[in-house]
C-alpha cells in the first residue's frame, strides 16, 4: 500500500514540514553520492522497538563513515516530535544522516561541513494488525553490492536493481547470493528452519551484511525459547528446500517466506516454528508497552 500524504511527517534539520514541502539542497551530499547513513525504527503505542539498539547502530555507522554533528541520542525525542505530529504511536521513523551541503561537488568531502538530518515518520499497522504475519515472496538473486554492505549507507542501487529484477519474476524480495552463499535480502535478513532449529548467515562470511536489530532479537528470543539458531553458511537449495523460512526487518518486523523462485515453502504458510517465533516478538513488542504505559 502506497502511503498517502496525509499518513508522513518530515523533519529536516529541526523544521517539520509536510513530505510535499521537504525540501534539500541539490548539493546535498547524500544526493550527491549516497554519503549518508540511516536507520528505520519501528513504533508501537509511541514506543520504538529496539530503539537504543538503532541509537547504537548509528552511532557506529556515523564513526564509521566519519560523518559528525550529528548526536544519534536525538533520535527518540525527534521521532516523538514526528508522532505527536502525526497524531498516531504506529508508525515507522526513517532518519538519514548526511555528510551535508558541499558546493562545487567533489569526492573530497569539506572540513566544516553540517550534516544534513531528514527524518521521516509514516503511519503503519497497530500491534493487533501484525498479530498475523504476512507471507512473502522471494528470488535468490547474485549480490553484486559493494563490500561493506555492514555500514547502514543509502547507496543502495544494487538493492534497488535486484528487487526490481525479483519484482520482474512476481517475488517481493529479492534474497542476495555470493559464491554459493545466501548473505541477505535487499532490505531484509533472512533465516530458515532446519529439523526444529533457525539457521541464518553469519554477519562476516561471505562477506560483511547489515547487523539486522531485528535479526539479533530473533536470535535472543529463539535463545528465550530454546531454540537452537545456528549462525552459519546457508545456501538458495537448502532455502529452497526448507520447510520454513522466514525474513525480518524493521519495518516488517517478521515474514514468513511462502515462495522462493516461484517455489512453495513448507505449506506456503507461516511453519510451527516461524509461528512461536512471531508470537514471542509480538509478546515481546507488547511488553515494551505496557512497561512505558505503566500497565
Ligand atoms: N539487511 C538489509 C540489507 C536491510 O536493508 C535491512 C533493513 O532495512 C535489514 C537487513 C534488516 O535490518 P533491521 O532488522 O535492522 O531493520
Request: charged fraction near 25%; include cysteine; charge should be negative.
Amino acid at each position: 500500500m502506497m502511503p498517502t500524504l496525509g499518513s508522513m511527517l518530515v523533519w529536516i534539520n529541526g523544521t517539520i514540514s509536510p513530505p510535499e514541502e521537504a525540501r534539500i539542497s541539490v548539493f546535498d551530499r547524500g544526493f550527491m553520492y549516497g554519503d549518508a547513513v540511516y536507520e528505520l525504527v519501528r513504533f508501537f503505542g509511541g514506543e520504538g522497538f529496539g530503539l537504543d539498539l538503532h541509537v547504537e547502530r548509528l552511532r557506529s555507522n556515523l564513526a564509521r563513515t566519519g560523518i559528525g554533528g550529528f548526536d544519534p541520542d536525538r533520535y527518540p525525542a525527534i521521532a516523538g516530535e514526528l508522532l505527536d505530529g502525526l497524531g498516531s504511536g504506529d508508525a515507522t521513523v526513517y532518519l538519514q544522516v548526511t555528510r551535508g551541503v558541499q558546493m562545487p561537488r567533489r569526492h573530497l568531502p569539506a572540513d566544516d561541513l553540517t550534516p544534513t538530518v531528514v527524518a521521516v515518520a509514516s503511519l503503519a499497522k497497530s500491534l493487533e494488525d501484525l498479530e498475523r504475519p504476512a507471507g512473502v515472496t522471494v528470488a535468490i538473486h547474485p549480490d553484486l553490492r559493494r563490500v561493506h554492505c555492514d555500514v547502514k549507507a543509502t547507496s543502495l542501487l544494487e538493492n534497488v536493481l535486484a528487487t526490481m529484477s525479483a519484482s520482474e519474476s512476481g517475488a517481493q524480495e529479492p534474497i542476495l547470493e555470493v559464491g554459493g552463499q545466501l548473505t541477505e535480502g535487499a532490505s531484509s535478513s533472512i533465516f530458515l528452519v532446519d529439523r526444529g532449529s533457525l539457521r541464518t548467515p553469519r554477519l562476516d562470511e561471505p562477506r560483511p551484511i547489515l547487523p539486522g536489530i531485528s535479526r539479533r532479537l530473533v536470535v535472543e528470543v529463539a535463545g528465550e525459547l530454546g531454540i537452537e539458531c545456528r549462525e552459519e553458511a546457508v545456501t538458495a537449495r537448502e532455502l529452497r528446500e526448507a520447510g520454513e523460512a522466514f525474513l525480518t526487518s524493521s519495518s516488517r518486523v517478521l515474514a514468513p517466506v511462502t515462495r522462493v523462485d516461484g517455489t512453495e515453502i513448507g505449506s506456503g504458510t507461516a511453519g510451527e516454528v516461524t509461528l512461536r517465533i512471531h508470537r514471542a516478538l509480538v509478546e515481546r513488542i507488547r511488553g515494551m508497552s505496557a512497561l512505558h504505559s505503566g500497565a
